[in-house]
């Protein structure tokens, strides 16, 4: 069955990640101007947690506002970069599946609401009440029983 989520934005999404394990990598822009490319320093230096970045969420979180362009995953066993987060200016542009899946409203509002990604509509047919609901997805709502 096909993950279902809403997209009134019309973001193109993809669904390279697939839940599989791999590495993360963002292209970010620096603050002299120039795109940079950022490892995950967790792969590079070998340390005995792993990977700080466990999921394309966990990239988009860690950089300030207006500096991530790009997240790029690679599969364990593969050669190839994929692109799963693309923006353009204010304009996201293609996103992975599994990011529109776990997606809060405070990860949009915190650093993302000046983009596409903020939008009233997703969150009223996801029926987000709060920054922890999530943005793409339905929240189930749960109705309190009085003893």
Do not use: H, P
Request: charged share 20%.
């Amino acid at each position: 069955m096909k993950n279902s989520f809403f997209n009134s934005e019309r973001i193109s999404a993809v669904d390279f990640i697939q839940g599989r394990q791999g590495q993360y990598r963002a292209i970010v822009k620096v603050q002299a101007g120039f795109m940079s490319t950022v490892d995950d320093l967790g792969i590079a230096s070998n340390w005995e947690s792993g990977a700080r970045w466990k999921n394309a969420l966990s990239v988009f979180k860690s950089f300030k506002k207006g500096a991530l362009q790009t997240i790029e995953f690679k599969a364990d066993g593969t050669n190839t970069w994929l692109t799963v987060f693309a923006r353009v200016g204010n304009k996201v542009k293609l996103m992975d599946e599994s990011m529109f899946m776990t997606m809060c409203v405070g990860d949009i509002n915190q650093d993302w609401s000046n983009t596409n990604l903020y939008s009233q509509t997703n969150y009223s047919l996801a029926g987000a009440k709060t920054w922890a609901d999530l943005a793409f997805v339905a929240n189930e709502t749960k109705e309190l029983e009085l003893v």
